[in-house]
DNA sequence: ACCGGTTCTTGAATCATTCAAGAAAATGGG
DNA sequence: CCCATTTTCTTGAATGATTCAAGAACCGGT
């Protein structure tokens, strides 16, 4: 749990001002992992009134820019944002009803960032998502 | 090179009815490696004449669910295509770009599909994207 | 060649995200 | 503490990939 000024100090940290939309969204990425825009958009209202849509992306695009947050995006899904940042983690996601989960990285700190043959690129980040079935979904099959 | 009849027999092998928009869709995914959706559209107009945007949809889904083309979805992409199904391979991004690349798996047949902590998650398939810059890109910093 | 079911065409709708212009607010200096 | 400057937020409209819907055309088997 992290209060408003823990959001304050992440926001002065990389130097982005603090202003209420900012404090609203840091927190509702932080309650709500892997949300989407929507559901953030609605979680910022809910406990800070109206902030405008826009205001909800702009801010998300600051805080993904400062890496505060990470913006991940399976195929299928709109952009979703989590608040587990640098620690190269990667993600679960279900086929049936979209749920992600965190999945730690087997190899190390800075791993499968070697791939096999590069064609030339320079490599920053190796980004993975497990594709499956979350537990409820492989239990309910298709109705 | 793939000939008309090449692709006539993956469509019959799929249990897909033989139709003109479906061959020329096949025969722009294998021409045009990782092409976006608007891409094979204009692909396919040149080669085959008038064909729906709508069509190109209706068949790219249609191939995608039968595993006779690939679909990847980069984020900050819009939908790309490829020929290259079942063998487990990679994808190398460009950030500046967008530019995408084969990298075959580095570990062997169906790896990858282990994570660390599965949730729970019956796990099909591991996606990999690394994440980087082209060699035009790199070279050429921001004007 | 005909029939039934699939697939294509046409045209409109959806929805996440972005663009634009002006109003409001945040930080640093006086 | 107040002002000026710059950033950020609000409002409202636009964009663009993708999908929905209804009817015409076509594929494959009989």
């Known amino acids: ?34 949300a989407d825009t929507d559901t953030i ?16 992306y702009d801010v998300l695009r600051a805080l993904t820019a400062a890496g505060l947050v990470r913006r991940i995006q399976p195929s299928g899904s709109t952009a979703r944002y989590e608040s587990r940042t640098g620690d190269n983690h990667h993600h679960v996601v279900c086929r049936t009803c979209g749920a992600v989960a965190d999945v730690d990285c087997a190899v190390g700190g800075t791993p499968c960032l070697t791939a096999s043959d590069d064609h030339g690129f320079t ?9 499956g079935q979350c537990p409820d979904c492989s239990t309910a099959p298709i109705s």
């Open 1 to 34: 749990m992290h209060t408003t000024s823990d959001y304050e100090l992440m926001l002065r940290g990389v130097d982005l001002r603090v202003t209420r939309p900012r404090v609203a969204v840091l927190d509702a990425v932080h309650e709500h992992p892997h």
């Open 41 to 56: 958009i609605g979680a910022v209202r809910e406990r800070f009134g109206d902030v405008s849509h826009q205001a909800v």
């Open 123 to 131: 490599i920053d980040e190796a980004e993975v998502i497990y594709w």
